[in-house]
Each structure stands twice: as structure tokens, then as C-alpha cells.
């Protein structure tokens, strides 16, 4: 039986240093709900709990986000490196960096996690920019925020 939760959120943390010149980006999101999102998108039946399966499915996570998260700064799409994920009670954790971008100065975040799913999703994003923090929250249908720092 599937498990049904009435709350349909993702939560994405996106931190910037100059040091480092990249964007890390950590992303939550329900693991039965990626599942499904996985299932609909790839036509498989997706198990991110299986250890023998982890690479097939790190494998449709990794095309999955890609579809899904896009960055830009000055109007160019900024480069980003599917780095793996994670289970983490009942959330699966992606984690992504961006190629190296120097002197960023604004960032557009397009952030469409499981709209594929669901016309209830909210998407909550954190981004720290050299210490400042700020957080917006996208509700479907809206899928872009830009901040400049």
C-alpha cells in the first residue's frame, strides 16, 4: 500500500562562497514522491532504498534533477554536477554543484521538483550568498525566483 502524506514540499539549500566559486546545492524531497515522480518520468518502478538498484537509480535521479533545476547568472546557464544522493529518514537528499562561477551576482533558480506530480507543490529555497541568507518559497505553478546580491 502506498504511503500518502498530505503535505507536498521540497526544501533546497543553495550556498554560495567566493573561495570556492560554486553553488552547492543540497535538495530534500519525500522519497515516495520522488519514487512516483522517478516511476511516472522513466516508466520503472524506482527503489531508492535498494542498495542493488543504487546505481540505476542514481542514474534516473541524476536525469531527473537535471530536468528540474537550472541555474543562470547574467542570463547564461550556469554548468551543474550531479554529485549523488541520499536517504535520510523519509527524504532522499540530491546533491549538486555548480562549475565554478566567479563574481556572481544574481542568480535565477528554476525550480520545477515534482510539478510533474503534484498542482499543490511548494518548493522552498535557501540561498546564502557569502554569509546572507534568504529564503523564498515557489508554489506550483510559479517555478523561477532571482535574487542579486
Known amino acids: 500500500m502506498e504511503k500518502r502524506h498530505p503535505l507536498h514540499l ?9 573561495k570556492g566559486a560554486t ?5 530534500r524531497l519525500f ?4 519514487e512516483n515522480a522517478l516511476t511516472k518520468a522513466f ?3 524506482a527503489d531508492l532504498t535498494s542498495v ?3 546505481a540505476v537509480m542514481d542514474e534516473l535521479v541524476k536525469k531527473y534533477a537535471v530536468q528540474h533545476l537550472q ?6 546557464v550556469i554548468g551543474l554536477n550531479y554529485l549523488g544522493f541520499e536517504k535520510d529518514n523519509e527524504a ?14 544574481d542568480l535565477e533558480i528554476l525550480n520545477t521538483f515534482m510539478y510533474d506530480l503534484f498542482d499543490d507543490q511548494s518548493n522552498i529555497m535557501h540561498i ?15 517555478k523561477l525566483y532571482k535574487v542579486v546580491f
Not at 541555474?71 to 547564461?76: I, N
Open 43 to 45: 516508466k520503472v518502478h
Open 71 to 76: 541555474l543562470k547568472t547574467r542570463g547564461k
Open 52 to 54: 542493488a538498484k543504487h
Open 128 to 142: 546564502t550568498y557569502n554569509g546572507n541568507r534568504k529564503s523564498t518559497k515557489l508554489d506550483y505553478p510559479d
Open 92 to 105: 532522499t537528499v540530491l546533491y549538486i554543484e555548480s562549475v565554478p562561477v566567479k563574481g556572481l551576482k
Open 10 to 18: 521540497s526544501s533546497m539549500e543553495l550556498n554560495y562562497t567566493a
Open 23 to 27: 553553488v552547492e546545492i543540497s535538495c
Open 31 to 34: 522519497t515516495d514522491d520522488l
